[in-house]
């Protein structure tokens, strides 16, 4: 629950960020704020530094979402949009069960 509350403000903020520099620069930045994260995960030996992770998750999480969409989206071609987001959402279920 923390984590989904704690990322919609952030995917906002990525969004406005996006606006300012370009979407592919932020995507990076939350691509790093995932690796600082990861490293922070695998030193973490409590029940609050587990909260912390979930909190440090979702300030990229709901942003990486957000642009990784809407960067797609440019990048397909209009006319074969629905077959390249059907794709994109199996790759996704895909990506979950490895």
């Known amino acids: 629950f923390v984590t989904q509350v704690v990322a919609a403000p952030f995917s906002i903020l ?19 704020v995932y690796m600082i994260v990861c490293t ?14 979930a909190m440090l998750v979702a300030t990229s999480q709901g942003g ?15 006319q074969n949009a629905n077959e390249f987001f059907g794709f ?7 990506a979950s069960i490895i």
């Not at 406005?16 to 790093?32: D, N, P, Q, S």
């Not at 990486?64 to 209009?78: D, E, G, T």
């Not at 994109?88 to 895909?94: D, T």
């Open 14 to 32: 990525y969004g406005r960020l996006a606006e300012r520099f370009k979407g592919k620069t932020m995507l990076y930045a939350g691509i790093g």
């Open 40 to 53: 922070y995960a695998y030193f973490m030996n409590s029940a609050f530094d587990f909260w912390v992770l």
């Open 64 to 78: 990486i979402q957000a642009l990784s969409r809407s960067y797609f989206a440019k990048l397909v071609p209009k």
């Open 88 to 94: 994109y959402n199996i790759f996704g279920k895909f």
